[in-house]
């Protein structure tokens, strides 16, 4: 049987964790010949980092241009953490395909800089297409002015289009193992899912009814590599594998990579220089107790958002503020998370059980990871409009709503985070029915507002 070796290598929610980057780079750059591929499965950018806080992800692409990389599809963070112009521009300068089979334009045209698939030949004349799709979080992509569609629906629409024109097909998700799972269940005629979003660590992938699943990790923890062998004769798959490929038995680093790096870094410090305020005295942060700074941001994010009450964990802030002038730079270091605000409305029995929750040994020292959250541990609830009255075991004995009883049967209206409205931290705020997320701002963009008010 004569056979072709297809080599796909892939990157996901690498999270601008830019620590083993260069070895990844390098070990690609060595080993891609003309049989081979190199996609990247989106997350690749993270607010985060100050390299892509100052280029708003154009230093990412630049990053993936330097790599290699031939196909891209896009995660939530490049999604839904920029603003629609900054995500509609970010692509301006790349040099590779940008694959998303279920994001449109507000008026449902599909935008300028992505395709649903395309179809890559080999030497040998092997035809493969590569699908993209994203997490679909409907109502973030709806307030940024873009349409974003059931990805399996989409996925399915373009299988069905493309099967009989091609010999391999690959999809590249952003949807996360569970609904690359449910995908290969329900899609026929796909090969090789490459997946990513829920950062899962396939050493060898997951085979779902006939259908390969690989992912990689975070951070660039792993490069993943996926062999395709294909009989020439009959032009199907004869053999597939996955496995994982460790920075850490890697040594050589690739120069360019580490040039473009390092430039990136300078240029991120000079645009976050930016003065915000000039502060009269130190203001310190405490993730276990009230501290002037948690309180100035949580009554700032409740005034942002027009309400009365609010409520916040003090773990969001990273670092005191020091006496003197302090700049943009300043402000993401401390708060560097993607978060957005939000108002969410809540019953008095909902908002009471939250309150009591959050009080909890478990949730003040929660180490988080994900729902945007980039610190260290979840901390102390603060409060603005709210108090709450503790016995000497901390436990809740009452609640105050504006000076009055806290009412279990009445609505209320709570300016908070929109981490809080994902998975499992707040179950009463994830159900709540109505939440309003304010975008494109994120959490330090009302902090800064708030300084700059203050001491400019």
Same mark, same amino acid.
């Given at each position: ?170 999809? /590249? ?28 660590? /396939? ?254």
């Amino acid at each position: 049987m004569s056979v072709e070796r297809i080599t796909i290598y892939h990157t996901n929610d690498i999270h601008s964790g830019f620590d083993t980057w260069a070895k990844l780079v390098a070990y690609i750059k060595q080993h891609k010949d003309p049989n081979s591929l190199y996609v990247d499965l989106g997350d690749h950018a993270d607010r985060s980092h100050p390299i892509t806080e100052a280029t708003s992800g154009a230093g990412n692409v630049s990053l993936l241009n330097e790599a290699g990389v031939e196909y891209a599809t896009i995660g939530n963070n490049e999604g839904i953490t920029f603003s629609h112009d900054e995500l509609d521009s970010l692509y301006t300068n790349a040099q590779f395909k940008v694959l998303i089979s279920n994001l449109f334009t507000a008026e449902g045209k599909r935008p300028r800089w992505t395709k649903p698939y395309a179809i890559h030949q080999t030497k040998n004349g092997v035809k493969i297409a590569l699908i993209g799709a994203t997490a679909p979080f409907k109502q973030f992509y709806h307030q940024l002015d873009w349409k974003i569609t059931p990805p399996i629906e989409a996925i399915k629409q373009c299988v069905e289009e493309v099967r009989d024109k091609v010999d391999v097909v690959i999809v /590249l998700s952003h949807l996360g193992l569970f609904r690359d799972e449910e995908l290969a269940e329900v899609v026929e005629g796909i090969d090789v899912i490459l997946g990513a979003h829920t950062h899962h660590v /396939l050493e060898k992938g997951k085979r779902r009814y006939g259908t390969l699943i690989a992912q990689a990790g975070k951070h660039g923890a792993y490069l993943g590599k996926v062999t395709i062998d294909v009989d020439l004769k009959t032009k199907t798959v004869a053999a597939d594998e996955a496995e994982l490929i460790d920075p850490d038995s890697l040594v050589e680093e690739d120069d360019a990579t580490l040039a473009l790096l390092d430039q990136l870094n300078q240029d991120s410090e000079t645009a976050l220089a930016k003065h915000i305020a000039n502060l009269p005295r130190v203001l310190p942060v405490s993730w276990q107790e009230e501290s002037e700074a948690s309180q100035l941001l949580c009554d700032a994010l409740t005034e942002w958002c027009k309400e009365e009450i609010g409520m916040m964990n003090a773990g969001v802030l990273l670092e005191t503020f020091t006496e003197g002038p302090v700049t943009m730079q300043d402000v993401h270091r401390s708060c560097p998370h993607p978060i957005n605000p939000c108002v969410v409305e809540l019953t008095g029995a909902a908002l009471r059980s939250t309150i009591i929750r959050s009080f909890s040994t478990e949730m003040r020292t929660l180490a988080l990871k994900g729902f945007g959250f980039r610190g260290k541990v979840l901390g102390r609830m603060i409060f603005t409009g709210i108090e709450v009255e503790l016995d000497k075991y901390e436990q809740v004995t009452e609640v105050l709503i504006l000076g009055k009883p806290l009412d279990l049967n009445q609505t209320y209206t709570i300016a908070t985070l929109d981490m809080y409205t994902f998975g499992h931290l707040y179950p009463a705020i994830a159900d709540a029915k109505k939440k309003t997320y304010y975008m494109p701002e994120l959490l330090r963009d009302v902090l800064s507002w708030k300084l700059g008010q203050i001491w400019a």
